[in-house]
Structure formats: C-alpha cells, structure tokens
C-alpha cells in the first residue's frame, strides 16, 4: 500500500514537470517568432500564453 | 521528435495533469524543447571538440534573441533542421577563429546588416499580415536587441576584441542571409 503511494507521488511529480517544461517552451514559442533554429513546428492557438 | 512529444503530451493527459483540450499547447512546447535541447547538446559537443565553448556560449545568447524575434528561414523537417543548425555553428565557430577582420570592418558590417535584418523583418511581418499586438509587441522587441547588439559591437570595437567582433558580424550575416531567403521564399510563393 505504501509502496503503491510512493510510486503515484513519482508518477505525480514527474507528470507535473514534464507539463512544466512544455509550458515554459509553449510560452517561448507564443512570445516569438519561432523557438526553433532551423525548424518550426506547426503552431497551435498560443493566444493565451501571449504576453501582449 | 513529434512521436515522442505526443507520447508524453498523452502519458500527463492520462495522469491527470493537464486537460486533453491543452493538448496541443503541451505537444508544442514539449517537442520545440526537445528538439532545441538535443541541437544544443550536439552543438555544446561540436564547440568542446573546436576548443571554441565560449564563443559558443556567445553565439547562442546573441543568435537566439536574433532569430527569436526577427524570424527567418525555416526546414520542413527537423532533421534538416538539426543538420542546418549544426553545419551553421560549426561554420561560424572555424570562421570567426580562420579569419581575423579589421576592428571597423566587424563593426560596419554588423551595423549594416542589424539595419538590413531590421528593415527586412518589418517587409515580412507586413507580408504576412501579422496582427496589431504581435506587430508591436514584436517590433519592440527587435528595436531593443538592435541596439542592443549594436551597443556591443561597439564596446568590441572600443577595446579591440576583435575575435568576438568578427563572431558578432558573421552571427548578423546568419540571420540577414535567413531573413532573405524567407522573404524570397515569401515573394516566390513557396511553402516551407
């Protein structure tokens, strides 16, 4: 039981920072022109994340 | 890249993370990240091996605002992307070492060529009928990395560091070229 609450605290904690790390990248991408150096993948609606 | 980024966009979705309508939002940054973390690895190897990290670390703090703000030529693929980048820096880094410029020489080129990329920024944005606020916004933003820029090239010009000046000219020629073949491509009708 405790084990298994371990694991989806693990789980939790690595879930979060993966959305934190693609948010913090989503942001980058909505406030510039591209993020990118040679590639830009299709964006989608960013309007939110804008900072203007 | 986008096959990973969509397995761990799916795998946050299923852990109750974020919602599926974000999804998209999530894929994006995840796989931008990705792509820019791997490219950077392998450019940080590249600079190691050319015994040119700090200028490296120039390059990139300089050249990312640049690109970020003033835009440029994009590859369909990421690949050719990678390949670009990594060809680009490696070029940039023997360059800057193989060729020793004039002091005023960097310094004019660089002005001139800020000036060209500002310029041909603003007939891009104008082409592609960015919106009112992103227009502002990101006319602000490339007024202010100009001077900025061309505040440093001046301090190298002033106490003659003329390896990192030399750098600053050719990261200037980097996006201007860029800038160029985007809004060819724009004329031309051609998709990316």
Redesign the interface.
């Known amino acids: 039981m405790k084990q298994s609450k371990k694991e989806t605290v693990k789980?939790?904690i690595l879930?979060?920072t993966?959305?934190n790390?693609?948010?913090?990248?989503?942001?980058?991408?909505a406030?510039?022109?591209?993020?990118?150096?040679?590639?830009?993948?299709?964006?989608?609606?960013?309007k939110k994340?804008?900072?203007? | 890249m986008e096959y990973l980024a969509d397995k761990l966009t799916r795998y946050i979705i299923s852990k109750g993370t974020i919602s599926k309508e974000d999804y998209g939002v999530y894929k994006y940054g995840l796989q931008t990240g990705m792509e820019m973390i791997l490219c950077m690895a392998i450019s940080s190897l590249i600079a190691i091996y050319l015994k040119s990290f700090m200028e490296f670390l120039f390059f990139v703090i300089v050249f990312f605002p640049l690109r970020a703000y003033f835009g440029g030529i994009h590859m369909k693929h990421f690949l050719s992307c990678l390949i670009c980048s990594c060809t680009v820096i490696t070029c940039v880094l023997i360059l800057s070492k193989k060729f020793v410029f004039a002091n005023w020489i960097s310094l004019t080129f660089t002005i001139f060529l800020l000036a060209g990329s500002y310029a041909l920024a603003l007939g891009i944005m104008k082409k592609q009928k960015t919106d009112r606020d992103e227009y502002c916004f990101l006319r602000k933003q490339q007024k202010r990395i100009a001077i900025g820029v061309g505040v440093v090239a001046l301090c190298f010009y002033i106490f003659h560091i003329s390896l990192f000046g030399a750098l600053l000219m050719f990261i200037t020629f980097i996006v201007f070229s860029s800038l160029v073949l985007e809004a060819l491509q724009l004329l031309m009708g051609i998709e990316r």
């Open positions: 789980q939790t879930s979060d993966i959305a790390i693609a948010l913090t990248f989503s942001k980058i991408g406030n510039s022109k591209c993020c990118c150096f040679y590639h830009q993948p299709e964006k989608p609606d960013l994340l804008r900072k203007f």
